[in-house]
């Protein structure tokens, strides 16, 4: 929980700071870098990394996630431009791609199915009070103290949890027998996907999707993927097994992460732009109307046991699904008139959807495969949610410019107005349009349930696995 925090702060507590940081180090029109740079080396580690877990062990992992991340941190208080800062960003996400499949994995080995619904609560809720702390707690060291603080933190947090880990944690040591590292596979999975990422990131913001730029990006990350599939299907023992997808339960388990990639996305992100700009409130109410999701999220995700051990797996995802469309519906139906403690009741609503989806989800992923292919498994699903997070920034963005630019006539129009200065009546039917395409999303979490079986039987795929 400690590890997690690290990542789980970090997600919030950094945004509160940006005008104080390009205040300082410059560099307007680089900081959304600062994010980006993370993102790409997390998710385009976090396969690799899960990976690594079975093959070296979850606890060697997560101590070089909770150092790498710590270094990085470090350099991050130390940056003297915003080049220096996006660079020592970059860092982070490195660790952070180990710590997140790391941990995820330990909580799978350690608690048992029934156990892990209540262990996936107490994760749950670490995001949860860092979704309330992280940005109070980023705008009181920017306001009184200095926005370097926010990186410092990390230091004593992660000695603690690496002391903790190398003391408590007795892990049963990796088998001695030589697996071969796919690097030709961890070097196209990662290039692939830091070319997906980058596309789907920059694409229509810093560049028009259809230009050179966007060709290179996707085009690039096609043909490395074509490559990566060719490579994988000749490797001894591929970084990406092809029975990852063609297991029923990871393929489901997978569904549900990208779908809840792209609905935490499109709520965090926009949710609070809607409070504020349409509905007129104050920044510290807009960011309590998103932490209805994570005061949701992790009492269905501890409650979920109760559910999957009696009727399955299955019956779980389909009333996550229910609630997620639930509070989806309501979040399309919030207008101009409407007060804020209704947008925050979607919010909770969708919440409980996707702890009722998400962290059943895992739990049934990890008892469908052996201790060492769990790691693999693990890192898989949240590689899942991490594209999910990117196609979400891709394409509810997509459609709230084309709704602006329609509105105001033309993109060069819209792209000259800043978000402030935006009249409600361009604003309120953008967002509406991407609550409504965050509603469509969420019905597609019905597919994930329509996926899953009811009870779950572990299968070895060991034999499979070798063969390819």
């Known amino acids: 929980?400690?590890?997690?925090?690290?990542?789980?702060?970090?997600?919030?507590?950094?945004?509160?700071?940006?005008?104080?940081?390009?205040?300082?180090?410059?560099?307007?029109?680089?900081?959304?870098?600062?994010?980006?740079?993370?993102?790409?080396?997390?998710?385009?580690?976090?396969?690799?990394?899960?990976?690594?877990?079975?093959?070296?062990?979850?606890?060697?992992?997560?101590?070089?996630?909770?150092?790498?991340?710590?270094?990085?941190?470090?350099?991050?208080?130390?940056?003297?431009?915003?080049g220096a800062l996006i660079a020592f960003r970059a860092v982070q996400g490195l660790g952070a791609g180990a710590i997140q499949p790391a941990a995820v994995t330990i909580m799978g080995d350690l608690y048992s199915m029934a156990e892990r619904a209540v262990a996936q609560g107490y994760i749950a809720s670490v995001w949860a009070m860092s979704a309330v702390v992280g940005p109070a707690l980023g705008g009181l060291f920017s306001d009184h103290l200095s926005w370097r603080w926010i990186f410092w933190i990390n230091l004593p947090l992660g000695l603690l949890a690496a002391v903790v880990?190398?003391?408590?944690?007795?892990?049963?040591?990796?088998?001695?027998?030589?697996?071969?590292?796919?690097?030709?596979g961890a070097f196209l999975v990662a290039s692939a996907s830091a070319l997906l990422l980058l596309g789907l990131l920059e694409g229509g913001i810093r560049w028009p999707w259809w230009s050179w730029q966007s060709?290179?990006?996707?085009?690039?990350?096609?043909?490395?993927?074509?490559?990566?599939?060719?490579?994988?299907?000749?490797?001894a023992d591929p970084v990406l097994p092809g029975w990852l997808f063609r297991h029923r339960v990871l393929n489901a388990a997978m569904v549900a992460g990208f779908v809840a990639?792209?609905?935490?996305?499109?709520?965090?992100?926009?949710?609070?732009?809607?409070?504020?700009?349409?509905l007129g409130a104050g920044a510290t109410m807009a960011g309590f109307a998103v932490a209805a999701l994570a005061i949701g999220w992790p009492f269905a995700a501890s409650t979920s046991g109760r559910i999957y051990l009696r009727w399955g797996f299955k019956a779980c995802l389909f009333l996550g699904s229910g609630f997620a469309a639930l509070g989806a519906v309501i979040l399309a139906l919030v207008g101009p008139d409407s007060p804020l403690w209704l947008l925050a009741s979607a919010c909770l609503v969708l919440g409980l959807g996707l702890g009722y989806v998400v962290s059943p989800s895992i739990v049934a992923m990890q008892s469908a495969v052996e201790f060492r292919q769990r790691g693999v498994a693990t890192g898989a699903n949240m590689f899942a949610r991490s594209i999910g997070s990117a196609v979400g920034v891709a394409s509810l963005g997509a459609i709230?410019?084309?709704?602006?630019?329609?509105?105001?006539?033309?993109?060069?129009?819209?792209?000259?107005?800043d978000l402030e200065d935006l009249p409600v009546t361009v604003l309120d039917p953008a967002l509406q349009a991407v609550f409504l395409a965050v509603a469509l999303c969420a019905l597609l979490l019905v597919g994930a349930a329509l996926l899953m079986p009811s009870h779950v039987v572990q299968e070895d795929n060991s034999a499979e696995a070798t063969s390819e």
């Open 1 to 82: 929980m400690i590890s997690v925090a690290l990542i789980a702060m970090d997600a919030t507590i950094l945004a509160t700071a940006v005008p104080a940081i390009v205040r300082d180090l410059g560099g307007f029109t680089q900081f959304p870098w600062m994010f980006s740079a993370y993102l790409l080396t997390q998710a385009i580690t976090t396969p690799i990394n899960g990976k690594l877990a079975d093959v070296f062990g979850r606890k060697p992992l997560m101590l070089f996630g909770i150092l790498t991340f710590v270094v990085g941190s470090v350099l991050c208080a130390l940056s003297w431009s915003m």
């Open 400 to 417: 709230a410019n084309a709704v602006v630019a329609n509105r105001l006539g033309g993109s060069e129009a819209a792209g000259s107005v």
């Open 261 to 278: 990639g792209v609905v935490m996305l499109g709520v965090t992100s926009y949710v609070p732009v809607y409070a504020q700009q349409v």
């Open 215 to 235: 060709a290179v990006a996707l085009g690039g990350a096609t043909l490395l993927t074509v490559l990566f599939v060719r490579v994988e299907l000749r490797a």
């Open 165 to 184: 880990l190398w003391v408590r944690f007795d892990e049963a040591p990796a088998p001695h027998e030589r697996r071969p590292i796919d690097g030709k």
